[in-house]
């Protein structure tokens, strides 16, 4: 059965939309709280709302709440529920303005409009040179708050319980095979400063630039706290990203918000610039470590700083790990102020990433060894999806520190103190029916993203110069002919669309066929039958009573005998062939030739 | 197109000559919403606001023909308007004749009386429009406005035309005094003689059982006074010539004048008009008399 919704109804499912979009939005944006004010603003008319002019006014706040939306949520669901959004106002649009009808039918008629409307769209989207950001200072932006992720500080010691967060942190897709499960450690932060007790940063690092090679990876990362993004260490930020840049700690900045979804492509590096970052000599940063608060801990390093290679002084370190009893532990509790780092060594000996990687990198400043901490993650797990790409996910839980140490003949080293120590932790389920499903899903959204949110200024430069070359000047020429031509063609697809909308074909065909005899001076009055109008058209017009004969006999025949499918389509035969003849003859009758007139 | 300049057609077919098309007040607001978008869309570098920006300017391009082409070819010729009271609003009788569908027209006469939005198919439609005509004589309804905003509001489509039809219009009744002038019967006096019907009843006559409980005299009955039959009669019609009261101002005394022979019409009475200079309508009955004796008040010098 058909559903015929008012207008109002279709609005308040608009509403209902936009409203199920909001949950998950970062109250730290303001433009959530711009989004949420629209979405008000568009119920309260909404519930005051009485004439179009009104309605119409609730029609373009949702469509401004929804470009506002696109803002903020670029995912495959997101896109997809805001594309569900938009047609529903422009369905209460277009119901406002015509007869009450079926919701199927409005649907249909507005997404013809939609779809009719996108090919003009997506010209300019893509030929139309974009702009860059108006005033906007081109840097690091002031960090703003995110929901999940890294911080820029690490204090193992503070922390009682690590929550294992299961939140999607990244998903990279790659052009040749991933690296193998032991090597998959991806960097963001490089701390050097060390207090005691927190692990900072330090000072800015300088960029470094790298040559790019050939596009290996492509990088989608959920939005976090820190402008620095996810990497290997060993390519370089593909060409034409100004917004993206190495620096010389080894870690990859991006000038993006980092409250958006960010996404960029890594390139293998070229021979000589390879991991340049490892080769950039340490500060003296990498040797400081505040003397006399960690005794014990002084005291086991300065054994090792007797032997005389840094590469000596590792091993020592490594063997004195593997010889302790240590666990690893999401919940060690927290370790005291003052000599907490002598507390994990020696007295409890369970601790986490943070924990083993601190103490580590603690030791072998002690021992007279550069040495970091890198916070970043670590594994991620490899999902072939049926829909998209096959992809790497990691999660928040993949979240991983580790260690860095400068040895003279290599550069920085990565070195993992929490892989000598035994793990106490389950060993990971199999994935069940619903995370499968959901990989699957992300697996799509990997593929949206790699196409809807590559296609940014940069990537539409390459394209303008691949399709255009030097000729680049004349593409607004191009797109104005593109244009006037297609849209003549777009007009004539949806009148072909909305031919069957006219309501009943059998009405439409009789109204063309008694069309020509307005003529005459004869049309159906208001409430006249077809019969009582046919014996008056033929007693004033004779010459025309056998075409009106046929025509209303085949009308009424098609429009009350009961009939076979196929006797029906030859009964449409017969009538269009009936009002084909009438046409005629009253054509030929209004004719001046016929005097008649 | 011709602006009221005395010489309308009698059918107005709209065409590119005859129609305009501007955007509408929501058309222009829709424009802003685009530009807010794509503000946004450079700002954040987002493609989402920037595709929604270049949709919205996409469905303005595409409203812009579809609207205009709700119109197109719409093709207007007046009936025959019948004549009415000057007491309220007349119809209006417009024929319509649309090769296609047109969706939300709406015709609007300068006085701000509008019909629609309409939704018609394609075919010939009567229409009945209302308009309110200033006082008694041969007027035209004046301006009208067609117009649609449809499929989505952008644009307004328009045109105008007066409807060169002329209709009459009598004056309004009013009740109030007028010049008799009464005319010899048939038996040739004034008095009048009584006749069969049904208005009141005038005498009673013992009742008969094969007369029914129609015409028993009630009231009689239940004062125990025996059982009675009602006879009616009606009095002999009069046959009156009508004129306005000298003494009354010319439009008042029209008003009066309408009222009475329409009062005449339903009392059944027969009457006629003394139109002044020696002239007059000879006196009759029925609406056709009727509407030729208020056709005469229309046009009364």
């Given at each position: 059965m058909a559903l015929t919704l008012p207008t109002r109804a279709l609005a308040w499912c608009t509403e209902a939309l936009l409203l199920v979009s909001l949950p998950g939005l970062d109250p730290s944006q303001p433009l959530s709280w711009a989004l949420l004010a629209l979405v008000l603003a568009a119920a309260l008319k909404l519930l005051e709302a009485r004439r179009p002019g009104e309605r119409r006014l609730v029609a373009l706040l949702q469509v401004i709440a929804i470009g506002l939306l696109a803002t903020l949520r670029s995912d495959l669901a997101g896109s997809l529920l805001q594309l569900a959004t938009l047609l529903g106002a422009i369905t209460a649009l277009v119901a406002l303005d015509g007869?009450?009808?079926?919701a199927q039918r409005l649907l249909r008629r507005s997404l013809a409009l939609l779809m009719a409307a996108l090919p003009l769209a997506l010209l300019p989207f893509v030929l139309l040179p974009r702009l860059e950001p108006f005033g906007q200072r081109r840097g690091p932006l002031a960090g703003g708050t995110a929901r999940i992720g890294l911080s820029d500080s690490l204090e193992p010691g503070a922390i009682d319980r690590l929550a294992n967060e299961d939140a999607p942190a990244a998903r990279v897709v790659f052009a040749a095979a991933p690296p193998p499960a032991t090597q998959r450690y991806w960097r963001v932060l490089v701390h050097e400063h060390f207090d005691g007790r927190r692990w900072r940063p330090g000072s800015a690092a300088a960029p470094l630039g790298v040559a790019a090679g050939r596009v290996s990876q492509l990088w989608l990362v959920e939005p976090a706290p820190l402008l620095e993004v996810p990497w290997d260490g060993q390519g370089a930020p593909a060409a034409a990203q100004p917004d993206l840049q190495t620096t010389a700690r080894g870690e990859l900045r991006s000038r993006r918000p980092p409250t958006q979804r960010r996404h960029y492509r890594l390139a293998e590096a070229t021979a000589a610039g390879g991991a340049a970052w490892r080769r950039q000599p340490p500060t003296p940063l990498t040797l400081s470590l505040p003397r006399g608060g960690e005794p014990r801990l002084e005291a086991l390093a300065a054994t090792w700083a007797r032997l005389p290679t840094p590469e000596q002084r590792l091993a020592a370190a490594e063997a004195w790990f593997r010889r302790q009893p240590f666990r690893y532990s999401l919940s060690p509790g927290a370790l005291p102020q003052r000599g907490g780092l002598d507390t994990f060594l020696f007295e409890r000996r369970v601790g986490f990433c943070g924990h083993y990687a601190s103490a580590f990198t603690a030791l072998m400043r002690a021992a007279g060894v550069p040495a970091r901490v890198v916070s970043g993650y670590r594994g991620g797990s490899w999902v072939r999806s049926l829909g998209g790409s096959a992809y790497l996910d990691l999660r928040q839980s993949d979240a991983h520190a580790w260690s860095e140490v400068w040895l003279p003949r290599q550069g920085w080293v990565r070195v993992d103190p929490t892989q000598w120590i035994r793990a106490d932790s389950p060993a990971p389920a199999a994935p069940a029916l619903l995370t499968w499903w959901q990989r699957q899903w992300w697996g799509l959204d990997v593929a949206w993203t790699r196409w809807w949110l590559g296609f940014d200024r940069q990537e539409q430069e390459a394209l303008l110069r691949r399709w255009l070359g030097e000729r680049r000047t004349a593409v607004g020429w191009l797109l104005l002919a593109l244009m006037g031509g297609l849209l003549p063609l777009l007009l004539a697809l949806l009148r072909l669309g909305g031919r069957g909308e006219g309501g009943d074909p059998g009405r439409q065909l009789l109204a063309r066929a008694l069309a020509p005899l307005a003529n005459l001076g004869l049309a159906p009055a208001p409430g006249e039958t077809l019969a009582a109008f046919g014996q008056r058209a033929t007693a004033a017009r004779p010459d025309l009573a056998q075409p009106l004969a046929a025509l209303v006999g085949s009308y009424d025949r098609l429009r009350f005998a009961p009939l076979s499918p196929a006797r029906r389509r030859a009964r449409w035969q017969r009538l269009r062939w009936a009002a084909r003849r009438l046409r005629r003859a009253a054509a030929a009758s209004d004719s001046p030739a016929s005097g008649r007139r | 197109m011709r602006f009221a300049d005395g010489s309308e057609p009698a059918v107005l077919r709209l065409g590119l000559a005859n129609l305009y098309i501007v955007p509408s007040g929501f058309g222009w607001l829709w424009l802003g919403a685009a530009a807010l978008l794509l503000v946004v869309a450079v700002q954040t570098q987002a493609n989402g606001p920037l595709l929604l920006a270049l949709m919205l300017v996409a469905l303005m391009l595409l409203a812009l023909p579809l609207t205009h082409r709700n119109l197109e070819g719409l093709e207007l010729r007046c009936g025959q308007p019948p004549p009415g009271p000057a007491e309220g609003p007349l119809a209006y009788p417009l024929q319509l004749r649309l090769r296609r569908p047109c969706q939300g027209l709406r015709l609007a006469w300068a006085d701000g009386t509008a019909l629609g939005p309409l939704h018609l198919t394609a075919g010939t439609h009567g229409l009945t429009l209302s308009w309110w005509p200033p006082g008694r004589g041969l007027h035209r309804p004046g301006r009208l406005r067609i117009e649609v905003r449809a499929p989505l509001g952008l644009f307004v489509c328009w045109s105008r035309w007066s409807p060169p039809a002329p209709q009459w219009v009598w004056p309004r009744r009013r009740p109030g005094p007028v010049a008799e002038q009464p005319q010899p019967t048939a038996l040739g006096g004034a008095a009048a003689p009584a006749r069969e019907g049904s208005a009141d009843w005038h005498d009673l006559r013992p009742h008969r059982p094969e007369e029914g409980p129609a015409r028993l005299a009630w009231p009689l009955l239940a004062r125990g006074r025996g059982r009675h039959t009602k006879v009616f009669r009606d009095p002999e019609a009069r046959t009156v010539l009508l004129a306005p009261a000298p003494q009354l101002h010319l439009e008042e005394a029209l008003e009066h004048l309408s009222h009475r022979l329409q009062l005449l019409e339903a009392r059944g009475e027969t009457y006629g008009l003394a139109?002044?200079?020696?002239r007059s309508l000879a006196p009759g009955r029925g609406r056709q008399h009727l509407q030729a004796a208020l056709i005469a008040l229309a046009q009364w010098p």
């Open positions: 007869p009450a009808a079926p | 139109l002044g200079d020696g």
